[in-house]
């Protein structure tokens, strides 16, 4: 056997200037530090460097590396990609790879856009004192509560994947969290779903949100405002459930996402995340036009005391919701009647 570079390396590389590639090896305890090495190559190509270089991230089907070459990169510097991949491999002693595209998803996704309105849930992990505003990773305690959600919504006729970058891997019960784990661990974000494409979807995005939160998305082809009610519920109860892991959580209603699986962050001026006194980034104190809040002791010094209408909960913590659920659907009688509420209580702070 040989280190092998597939014939569809090169047609990837004249295309789209992010490339994928999947390092299919049996032999992966050498082939991971070698790829590193690759990888920190191909970081210094040309005089300014590809925009972005990710991975290697390993996953059940080989190992992942992610390269943003930008417009500029002439093709001749771009091809180079394989070959030092091939390079290091081979110093490392491994004798058997190929290193080709990765598999991309496919059009099905699209159908996901039909789902709308989305229940959307933010949930923000806390973290040490002195910890910088965007943290490496969730915590495992995060991954837990995601995943936790995800299996209470999960149906016998529903595909359980995960996505990396633009790659599909499928995912079972028993091997879901070393595999979520192995991408957060090498710096990647990652969303997890469970769909059946047709009727419904649910979804987790890691590492999109404030790099240590997540984001939790629900919806349905034509769910009514009770549909999503019952959604947005849950996710407040499991918000209730997880408070002491939290330093903050919201829950509302996104009458559309860009893409259900990469779903915008919470706009700031709607948002709040108030962060501790020494952050420099994303500070803000203003009350956000959310159905559902939960607050930590740490935001509530920053907005000088509790929200009008909130309310204690146990572990030092407080919830502050708005109205009704049902009330949050965009065609629901009150959905602006909520709305106007939510901005008046923004602009008492």
């Keep these: 056997m040989a280190i092998r570079v597939l014939r569809g390396m090169k047609r990837m590389l004249r295309g789209d200037p992010t490339v994928v590639a999947l390092v299919r090896t049996p032999d992966a305890a050498r082939a991971l530090p070698a790829l590193r090495a690759a990888c920190a190559d191909i970081e210094t190509l040309d ?7 990710l991975g290697p991230i390993r996953l059940p089907t080989g190992l992942l590396v992610m390269v943003d070459f930008g417009e500029e990169m002439p093709y001749a510097v771009r091809e180079r990609f394989p070959n030092i991949m091939a390079r290091r491999l081979e110093e490392a002693g491994v004798q058997d790879a190929a290193i080709g595209p990765a598999p991309r998803i496919g059009e099905r996704y699209a159908n996901l856009d039909r789902f709308a309105p989305i229940a959307r849930a933010w949930l923000r992990g806390t973290t040490p004192a002195r910890a910088p ?60 779903l469970c769909t059946d494409f047709d009727t419904d ?22 769910w009514s405002a009770d549909d999503l009610a019952v959604r947005m519920r849950d996710q407040r109860e499991l918000i209730r459930a997880n408070a002491a892991e939290l330093e903050w959580a919201g829950v509302c209603v996104h009458p559309r996402d860009r893409f259900f699986l990469t779903p915008q962050p919470p706009e700031l001026d709607l948002l709040l995340v108030p962060n501790p006194p020494d952050a420099t980034a994303l500070d803000t104190e203003v009350i956000s036009t959310m159905w ?49 509420r939510a901005q008046g209580l923004a602009r008492l702070r």
């Design 47 to 53: 005089d300014a460097g590809p925009k972005f270089v």
């Design 201 to 222: 979807a649910y979804g987790v995005t890691f590492d999109r949100f404030l790099g240590h939160g997540m984001t939790l998305g629900a919806a349905g082809e034509h």
């Design 292 to 340: 559902y809040q939960l607050l930590s002791p740490t935001q509530l010094v920053r907005l000088g005391g509790p929200p009008p209408g909130s309310v204690r909960l146990p572990g030092n913590r407080l919830e502050l919701t708005i109205g009704e659920p049902e009330e949050w659907a965009p065609d629901h009688p009150r959905h602006f009647d909520v709305l106007a």
């Design 133 to 192: 505003v965007v943290a490496d990773r969730p915590a495992p305690a995060m991954v837990g509560i995601a995943t936790s959600w995800l299996r209470d919504q999960y149906r016998q006729d529903h595909e359980f994947l995960g996505l990396v970058v633009s790659t599909e891997i499928p995912l079972t019960w028993d091997n879901h969290r070393s595999v979520i784990n192995g991408v957060l661990d090498s710096g990647g974000a990652m969303s997890v």
